[in-house]
């Protein structure tokens, strides 16, 4: 079982290989689309974002509320495709991870790698699962939002797939080269 | 609506508003966090059929999904979607105490709340502010003979929901034509509508109503084929095309990315061929209640 920390640097970043199954613990920001806009409207106008961008990890999600006894409800990823139009100023932040579900546009699929970030693909429609891989998860900012609020989650062993690696390989060719 | 009329000395029957929203309430959550056992069958299947990989991998996941689902009470999926009732309303019954739409979206407010799924709503397309609950439900509401009042929930996602289809093709497009729609429709988005998929197809009626069918054609219960042979046949066809794309479980590739395709028909103009094809993912979400 392969393992991996989300803030975890450029070393381990270069060792990851499209396709290969992972278990993804650590620190993400989960944001979705109205998020996104507000963090293209801060870092075009010279703004700080909420939290520290350098070497992060974006998870495109947002929890169902959490149950009595539990830190988090169910958990999993929403469509990456949405956070294209976003998420190029993000890379250049400082942001080296992306964990969403299905392919990203040409555009972010080809400028991943050059600037050293990853894409990971998580299953979607398995949140009762992801729910229990998280050991903390609070709103981090922009409550107004509901369900599209910031939230800052801490992931412990979350199945994760690598989609973009660091040297070209994307799991959604992987099929079509077949 | 279809109507039918309430001769003289007709029974009536009332059934109270509050026991609409109880129903409806716990549908939601039972929608929501109990998977149906054709389900567990049917992803099994698919990973037989499935070679080593991440495809493969994708299916255990979605397996061990239900598991978790089952023993936490978790959700199947976090994003618990939009509430869609198909109602049948039998003629000889009176809801006493509200409308039938106040009664359900009372009940998918408090099935939301009380079982702690994801309120997904905002307040319009364009101002875009969250809604505090999880109505107003999209309610298709027909009127049939009888005393009874059968409701049947689709929870549905918005990432199955985005990659659905609708198109107005040429009366003679036929088998060949409406096939390739839908193969074209899959193979634009539904990478990221979490296949494997179920497919509903409408065909037929008009603009809004094939669209309507697509989704009613998603409550037949697993491993129903359609009633005609050229429903089954076209079901079989549009299933062969859509897994021979290979796009897979997730989008990581694989022989199956539709589970089950149900082809649901309606008369039409004769200068029409309506089609619509509403995508769902696998965490295929319903229940249903006769009152």
Redesign the interface.
Known sequence: MKRIIADCGPGPLEKLEA???LYLSGTVMACRD?AHRRMAELLSSGMPLPFDPRGAALFY???????PG?VC????P????RMDPFTLPLVAAGVRMFIG???RTPQVTSSLAAAGAVYL?A??????????CVDSCEVAAWED????ALYKIVLRDY?V?VALDLHGGN??E???R? | MIGCALKQGDRVRFLEARAVSEAVASMCVEACTRPSEGLRALLVKAMSASPMGPGRSALDLCLRNLDETVSTGLPICQDTGIAVVFAERGNRLVIEGGSLREAVDRGVEKGYREGRLRNSLVNDPLNRTPLPVNSPAIIHLSEVPGDSLTLELLVKGAGSENASASAMLPPLAGEDGITCFVRDAVLAKAACACPPLFLGVGLGGNQEMCGILSKKALLRPFGTPGETPAQKRLEERILAAVNETGIGPQGFGGPVTALEVRVELAPCHMASLPVAVCIECHAHRTARRVL
Do not use: D, H, I, V
């Open positions: 396709g290969e199954m109205r999600a947002a929890p169902t509320p959490a149950p539990r409800g169910a958990l999993g929403t469509t990456s495709l579900k299905g392919p693909a299953a979607g429609g398995t949140a009762a699962l992801g729910g229990g939002l509901g369900s599209e199945p797939f799991l959604f992987m099929r079509m077949k």
